[in-house]
């Protein structure tokens, strides 16, 4: 099975009818420093993060995304994973 295929095999599981939102406190609390994680919503600036983490979510506010970077992290659009990152929480 070529990448993309499961990918989008990977992404259809995780899908649910109502989108979440997360906060970056939430991330705080349940994350590690280094962990992969699929939210599968929208991810919002309430709160401080200090964990450097990877976080892929269908979409950011402003604020959220500067904190998430400011730690050291990344903060990607599901849309761009190219492959399933080993050792992945999904947040919802």
């Known amino acids: 099975m070529d990448m993309e295929k499961e ?12 989108k979440a939102e997360v906060n970056v406190y939430k991330l ?3 994350c590690n420093d280094g962990d992969n994680v ?3 919503g929208k991810v919002l600036g309430d709160g ?3 964990k450097k983490i990877n976080v892929y979510a269908l979409g950011f506010s402003k604020s959220a995304k500067e ?15 190219k492959s399933i990152p080993k050792g992945i929480k999904i947040i919802r």
Do not use: M, S
């Open 67 to 81: 904190k998430i970077i400011k730690a050291g992290g990344n903060a990607l659009k599901i849309k761009d994973l």
């Open 48 to 50: 401080e993060i200090t």
């Open 28 to 30: 705080e609390k349940l």
């Open 38 to 40: 699929i939210v599968y």
């Open 7 to 18: 990918v989008r095999k990977f992404l259809e599981k995780i899908k649910q009818k109502k």
